[in-house]
């Protein structure tokens, strides 16, 4: 049996936590260094990472322009975590959690910031009119299933991912605990999608957000856990999943602000218009848009 640990009556902290994420994670919020953001030629500026809740988003905004939004046109400028980037101050005036994605709106008279990947992927969706429902009813059950995401996601990449994957050691309770809290949220999944080809009507922002999460579990990136989870015996996830990542648009949306992963193809560091996607690129992305 692990030794066993006593907390103390008061926290302090003194010594790094370890792990892969251990010398950027800090128990007080704030900027750390004087950085100020770049400032590309489109309204929308965003500053992230394709990170699961970074691809969310740039998801959105290739699926808008793909559907002929040319407002949603944008650059996007990569935040690399591991060197810090969020702890910037122009970062943390965008988010003051110091957590990629964040979004600045320049299109109106006063620049608009927005943080959280749900409420960035909300306030784009309203913005255009798209890929949410219209109906009231449609509308109700999407907000309910991308804030089913936000709410969940942290027990899968925080929880599981973190104790499976990157923990300096591996300990069979918190990898237990997680695996089957994991396991639950793809059978809610399942469940759901059985009866159902989308998660909210037709295709919206409930389904970008869940798949860049549960989508690229169940098809293998992110954390080596396919196997283990078993993700192959939830069959309608990954129907599901798969329609998804055929789209041309979810393509390219993961490329964009990768700096990670051995396929060099799919990276995109910073974007700043649709020619960026070199020629070589797009010939792999002869799919349905």
Known sequence: MADTYTPPKVWEWDS?????????NR?????????????????????SLATPNGVKVTVLLEELLAAGHTGAEYDAWIIDISEGDQFGSGFVEVNPNSKIPALMDRSGDTPQRVFESGAIMLYLADKFEAFMP???????????????????????????????????EKFEYPINRFAMEAKRQLDVMERHLADNEWFAGD???????IWAWYGQLVLGRLYSAA?????????????WAEAIDARAPVQRGRMVNRAFGDDLSMQLHERHDASDFDTKTQDKLHVKT
Do not use: C
């Not at 999407?142 to 709410?151: N, P």
């Not at 295709?203 to 957000?209: G, K």
């Open 16 to 24: 790094e936590s370890g792990g892969k994420f251990a010398s950027i």
């Open 27 to 47: 128990p007080i919020a704030g900027a750390t260094h004087d950085k100020d953001l770049p400032v590309g030629k489109h309204p929308l500026q965003l500053y």
């Open 134 to 168: 219209s109906d009231p009813a449609q509308r109700t059950e999407a907000l309910s299933w991308l804030f089913w995401q936000m709410g969940s996601a942290p027990y899968l990449g925080g929880g599981f991912g973190h104790f499976y994957a990157y923990a300096p």
């Open 203 to 209: 295709y919206s922002i409930a389904d970008m957000a």
């Open 227 to 239: 196997e283990f989870l078993d993700v192959a015996s939830y069959k309608n996830v990954m129907r």
